[in-house]
């Protein structure tokens, strides 16, 4: 038997029994592609082929890629499910029925100092549950008194009777009886923009005097009290300790969720603002000295507690309104009084405190500096949080890159999950597409007889350089070399860098194994003429996707490269894309003699697209591993109880401003 037979014979051997047209037919397409006259080659495929059975390890290699799926799919839609419930209570802005976190850790004592009775309806009745498990507890009543005012706009009913009982030394009841009184008693009318900017005072006129003298009675009663607190930040402590410490990027925001929900209720005190202030209207129209005296030392008194009591920078920043909303109308009373001295003193705490338009919209240096650095730098978070943080001082409190770095890193592990199961998908997609457009279904069978031809030297090369090597390719580069876009914030390039990287890794796993499989056919099976046009148009596609990861990565080092970034990408992407979706039209749409060839290659894609979605399901759980690993060292944004707030940078700003505010108020006459 010459060995052009003997090769025929051995590829379609087991379709001889099983369907006799299909053996012709497969014997007929081989006769017409085979060149006799290599025939050591046809004789060792021929022998190769006896002692191969089919390809077992295909079908356990699909089974094993749908578990893993399975279990990586799940635990990314356990993640998604706790960020949209962490999601719909940061923009409901009304308390949740439902905690965003898992509470199983917590006692039910617990739960209710965070939550409240969440089975009860109504922001002020959950935290009244808590009130009522310790009724003789001052902060959780004062905790329950602001929560009613918050969602009622009203005391709680025998408010100060219940005040008196509890905490009868603290003024903070009285004084939010005065607010309770005063409110809406005061009329402002405010001066034009620009008389505004030249330092010109609202003006007040007074509803119900009667109103408003127990309002001031209720002040000076608050005042005189030996302290004056509304236990937030005992609270705010309390709670902070209870709450589930970051494991992940995505972990934070079920904390920011109740942090969200359980925000500052500063605002209860602004009628005593208004109430000042028209009182020092008041003082300054009928000539009444003692009555400023009296309004002046409860502005400063209230001013210094206002400030000293806000556990979050938003409760720091209504202080600083509230402190100095009334002072333009003091200056004015002072200077109608002929206390020209006092006046000269407000003035200037006017000018430092208040600053004209103009003057606010001046950056210094030191705060351009960080902003610059924060948006480079930093996380797509702290670019935009950051700087805003920093500018609520007078002075910025400054950070260092190493310690924004972790929140930056953390970011891109985050995204590298996204993207690796997205490269998951585009593989099953590409499967998908491969399986439905194989040509001629009668050639499965001999093409996949002709793929036992591979040896595993030849499963080597496709696995190792059609998918090994844009692995570690994308490692190298993308991960371990100054080219990583994780060197840069992510929103710096509108997250085109760290897209592109992943995105090219992607198509090399794409594009690479259908080179490599020509390749390897060409060299397995020789004698077979299968015809493979343009194959340096197949290498260039691969060349191409290979130095978009690094030429792309050296980018950002150049100043004003916006314009280049985008044409480049639109290069080393660009021809890839189009590449395979012309090759996708010519298998849709090929001739007779090509069809073997397209089946074959189809076939052995297969297990290997198969290889290339575990390859990227594996690499989530690493990219979770270093994800979890950058975040423990993200001390500048933690949530912490000894420093309470949003995050520790927004406490040192809370600090800062606090103590730029109380040594300007302490200047107070």
Partial sequence: MKPADRFIEAATAPLADSNAELHLAAQHELRE?????QEAALLAAATRLDGRQKNRWIPGLLILMGVISLLIIGQALTQYLALKTAYEVFNMGRPSSKPAFSTSHLSSDQKLLLFGDLSRSGRSERWKALWDSRPEYPPYFANYVGHHISEYGA?????????????????????????SEAKGNAVMTRPSPADREAGMASTWSIVDPVKHSTALDLLEQAVSKPRITSYRKVMVEQQLRLLPKRTDYLSQFS????????????GSLRPVSELIAAEAERCKTEGDLEGYRKVQSSHKALSMVWVQDSPYLVDALVSKVYSIAPVRNLRDAASALALAGEAEVYQEIDDRLNPGVRKRRKQSDLAHDLERLAQRKGGALSAMSLPMISRQSFQPVPFREDEITPARRAEHALFGRAASLATWLLLGLSLAAISLIRPQ????????????????????????LGLMFPVLWHLLVAQFSPLAAHHWNMSFSAFILPGVQFGATALMMIITPLVVIRWRMKVRMPFIQFHHPNRWLA???????????PVLGALPYIESAELLFLSLTALFLGFPLLWLIGVAFKSIYRSRHRALASRVIVDSLIPTYCIGMILSLLSVPLFHIAEKQWMRHDHIGEISSEEASFSRYEYRVTEQLKAELLEELSELP
């Fill in 539 to 549: 290498w260039l596609a691969v060349v191409s996707a290979t130095l978009a990861i």
């Fill in 33 to 37: 592609r085979i060149d006799s006259s």
């Fill in 441 to 464: 279904a009668q050639l499965g069978p001999l093409s996949r007889r002709l793929r036992n031809l591979f040896l595993p030297a030849d499963w080597a090369w496709i696995i190792g």
């Fill in 155 to 179: 005391l709680p009913p025998d408010f100060l009777e219940n005040a008196t009982k509890i905490d009868p030394d603290n003024g903070w009841y009285w004084a939010l009886a005065a607010a």
């Fill in 255 to 266: 904390v920011y969720s109740w942090l969200n929900d359980n925000i500052s209720f500063g």
